[in-house]
């Protein structure tokens, strides 16, 4: 077989530039490996890339996309591997975050053999696509979420905010969390003591908070500025290219100057990152919420299911 079927693109847009069609399966080169793809979950990055929005997104390519096929966070089976490589054979369980090269939503994909961990047995491959980018972010987002500890979590009810939420908890943090109306429950259920739908309450007019985790950033500098506690942390994931722009330049000099700690977080790929969320979830501390599953052909509508924010938890595409 040297054919394999991927959900394409060649221009920015909604849903409707999307397209499947048989393209040549990938030859990994030197250092990377070929993998069949059994699951690959949807990040909100997957709906920005597809729309070239924020003009983040547009990185690499600022006309037309730098990858045609979507998708980072990838679980399948080794096919077959490069030259170089000496960590994996054909036939071995895998998962990772492949956001450098993308191409997860196809049959086959290629991918850094150093971006790749052994599945964990206790994982189907589903599961296991829901961590790696959203694990991360959530183990990073959530430093500094001791006993007691005040923690705002806007985005809540998402993937890195359902990871992030339990991080929280599990620590002893005393966590508020927002979202949308729907999601108001289901993040009562992940533990979260105080839930706020953001188009009704601000919660940055309560606090004040010791931790944000903001994956979404739809307040000013300023709000988020006056809710953070002396000495507190504040992390932004997501957001408009102006808003970001302002938090790590007016936002990290207002920090400084007040005894606050502003600005995005850098979030550390690769296994060493995520795989302790994966040892929480297969230990049971940390639960994985898989909302809905789609096939290949539905891609189109699985990023306009996360794109306008409806997902609680994970929303996953079952490839092979």
Known sequence: MTAMRAMVYERYGSAEVLRIEAVPIPVPSAHQVLVRVAATSVNLSDWECLRGSPLYARIGGLRSPAHQT?????????????????????????????????????????????????????????????????????LQGTVGAVRDARVLINGGGGGSGSFAIQLAKR???????????????????????????????????????????DLVARRSVFAY???????????????????LVRFVTVGALAG???????????VKPGPAHFGPMAELCASGEVTIYIDRTFGLDQVPEALTYVGAGRALGKVVIEVN
Not at 115 to 136: D, N, W
Not at 191 to 205: K, L, S
Not at 226 to 241: D, F, H, I, K, T
């Open 256 to 266: 400084r100057l007040t005894g606050r700690s502003i600005g995005m977080l850098a």
């Open 171 to 213: 620590l002893g943090a005393h966590v508020t969390a927002v979202d949308n109306s729907a999601k108001l429950d289901y993040m009562l259920s992940l533990g979260a003591d105080e839930v706020f739908d953001y188009r009704r309450d601000d919660a940055t007019r309560r606090g004040p908070y010791d931790v944000i985790l």
């Open 225 to 243: 500025r006056r809710a953070l506690a002396r000495g507190g942390s504040y992390r932004c994931v997501g957001g408009s290219a102006r808003a």
């Open 70 to 138: 979507l998708g980072s966070d990838i679980a399948g089976v080794v096919e077959s591997v490069g030259e170089g490589v000496t960590g994996w054979q054909p036939g071995d369980e895998v998962y990772g975050d492949n956001l450098g090269l993308m191409g997860g939503f196809a049959e086959f994909a290629v991918a850094p053999a150093s971006a790749l961990a052994f599945k964990p047995a206790e994982f189907t491959f589903a599961q296991a696509s829901t961590i790696p980018q959203a694990g991360a972010i959530a």
